[in-house]
C-alpha cells in the first residue's frame, strides 16, 4: 500500500501525508501494539496507539487541506486500515490481514477505472443496483421455501425462484459492469464476451443491425456475434455447476462441444478479418438488473418447471424434450436452472434426460439467433456466420448423441 501511495504521488506537486516506509511503519505500530496489548491483557495500548496513529493522520490532513485545498482522505483512511491489519496479523488472522492489504492496494490502484466506472453510470444504473440489493438482502430471505399445491405445481417454491432470479441477474449483472468499466472501446473480442455475459440475444441483435451501416463491418461482426454464442455455452456450464454439480459431468461434453465450435470459428474469422474497426464502439446495455425483466425471469422460471415435471410425469423424456425445444426458443438459462434442479438427486427427471433436454435447448436459441442474423442482417455477414451456426449446432448434438 505504501509503495502504491508513494507510486501515486509521483510526480506531484502535493506532498503525500505517507509513502513507502510511513505506511509499513504503522503497519508495524499496529502489529507491535497488538502485541503488547496480548501480553498484560488488556487492550489498552493498543487503543491508545490507535488513538495517536488517529492524532497523526488527522494533523497530516488537516496540513494537507489548508495547504493545497485536497480534500480527500484516501491516504490517511488506509493508513489507518495498515495500522488495523498489522494488530490483526499479530493476534492470528494473518490469511484475513493480508487479504485486507491486497484489497486495499487494488482500490487504491483503481482510482482511474473506478472514477470513469462512476462516470459512466446513470440514474438507472445506481437504481437497479439498489433494487438488487434490497432483493438480496431484504426480500429473499423471507420467501417461503415450502412449495405449495399438489404435482407438478409442488415443483417450485418461492425462495428457488428468487434464488434463481438473483442468481442470473448478478451474472448478467457482473458482464453489463465490466463493459461499462473497461469501455466497448477496448475490442470487438473482448466486447462481445462481455455482451454474452450480459444477453447474447441483445448483442444478435445491435450487431445485426449495425452490419447495414457497410459490408466491410462483416468480419468484426461476426467475430463478436460467435464470442457472445460461445459465451452463452459457458453460461450454462456455470448454471448447472452451481445448481446441481452432478449433473455436470452430463452436460459439459456437449455444451463444451458447442462453446469450442464457436471459438474455433471466431478463431477462423479472426484470422481472416481485415479491418481494423470495432464496430461494438456504438453498441448499447442496458442494465440487466431492472425489475420488471427479473420478475419476467422469474415467472417464466416458475413456468417451465412446472411445465417440464408435468411433461415428465404425463409423455416422459419426449415431453421433457418438447418442453425444453419450446423454452429454448425464449431463454436458454430459465430452462437451464428449470432442469438442473428437477435432476437435483433422485429427481424428477434423470440426470441424462436432463443433459440432453439442456442440450436441445442450447441448440434452439442458437437457431433462433441465428435466424435473427439471416432476417436483419446483411448479406455478407449472413453467408459468414452460417457456418459458425452450422459448427456449433453440428457440434453439439453430435456429442449429446454420442455420449
Do not use: C
Not at 491489519?85 to 483503481?110: K, Q
Not at 459490408?215 to 456450464?237: N, S
Not at 446483411?378 to 456429442?399: E, F, K, S, Y
Amino acid at each position: 500500500m505504501g509503495l502504491q501511495r508513494e507510486y501515486a504521488g509521483h510526480g506531484s506537486e502535493k506532498a503525500m501525508f505517507a509513502g513507502a516506509r510511513t505506511f509499513a511503519l504503522i503497519g508495524l505500530a499496529g502489529g507491535v501494539a497488538a502485541h503488547l496489548s496480548d501480553a498484560v491483557s488488556s487492550p489498552a495500548i493498543f487503543v491508545a496507539a490507535l488513538l495517536l496513529i488517529g492524532a497523526l493522520t488527522f494533523i497530516g490532513y488537516f496540513v494537507s487541506t489548508t495547504r493545497d485545498g485536497d480534500v480527500g482522505q484516501t491516504t490517511e483512511v488506509a493508513a489507518i486500515v495498515v495500522f488495523l491489519s498489522g494488530g490483526l496479523a499479530v493476534v492470528g488472522n494473518l490469511a484475513v490481514a493480508a487479504a485486507i492489504g491486497v484489497a486495499t492496494t487494488t482500490l487504491l490502484t483503481l482510482k482511474p477505472q473506478t472514477r470513469k466506472l462512476a462516470a459512466n453510470l446513470d440514474p438507472q444504473d445506481v437504481y437497479a443496483t439498489v433494487k438488487f440489493a434490497v432483493l438480496a438482502l431484504l426480500v429473499l430471505p423471507i420467501l417461503p421455501t415450502e412449495t405449495f399445491g399438489p404435482s407438478p405445481f409442488d415443483a417450485a417454491s418461492p425462495f428457488r425462484v428468487g434464488l434463481m432470479v438473483l442468481f442470473i441477474s448478478g451474472l448478467s449483472f457482473v458482464g453489463y459492469a465490466l463493459i461499462q468499466f473497461v469501455g466497448p472501446q477496448r475490442g470487438v473480442v473482448l466486447t462481445g464476451v462481455l455482451g454474452g455475459l450480459v444477453s447474447s440475444t441483445a448483442v444478435t441483435l445491435t450487431l445485426s443491425g449495425q452490419s447495414k451501416k457497410s459490408d466491410e463491418l462483416a468480419y468484426p461482426l461476426a467475430l463478436g456475434l460467435l464470442m457472445a454464442w460461445a459465451i452463452m455455452f459457458a453460461r450454462v456450464i456455470v448454471e448447472v455447476a452451481v445448481v446441481n454439480p452432478a449433473l455436470l459431468s452430463e452436460v459439459w461434453p456437449s455444451i463444451t462441444a458447442g462453446g469450442v465450435a464457436g471459438l474455433a470459428a471466431a478463431s477462423f474469422i479472426y484470422a481472416r478479418q481485415r479491418s481494423g474497426s470495432n464496430p461494438l464502439e456504438d453498441a448499447e446495455f442496458k442494465n440487466p438488473f431492472r425489475l420488471m425483466p427479473a420478475l419476467q425471469f422469474g415467472l417464466l422460471y416458475g413456468v417451465i418447471l412446472i411445465i417440464s415435471k408435468a411433461a415428465s410425469e404425463s409423455f416422459g423424456d419426449a415431453g421433457v424434450y418438447f418442453s425444453a425445444v419450446a423454452s429454448g426458443i425464449a431463454d436458454v438459462d430459465a430452462v437451464t436452472l428449470s432442469l438442473a434442479e428437477l435432476s437435483i438427486g433422485d429427481g424428477t427427471i434423470a440426470n441424462a434426460t436432463a443433459a440432453n433436454a439442456i442440450a436441445l435447448a442450447a441448440v434452439t436459441n442458437t437457431l433462433v439467433k441465428g435466424l435473427i442474423v439471416l432476417a436483419i442482417g446483411h448479406g455478407r455477414l449472413r453467408r459468414i456466420i452460417i457456418p459458425g451456426i452450422v459448427a456449433m449446432v453440428g457440434a453439439t448434438l453430435l456429442v449429446a448423441a454420442l455420449v
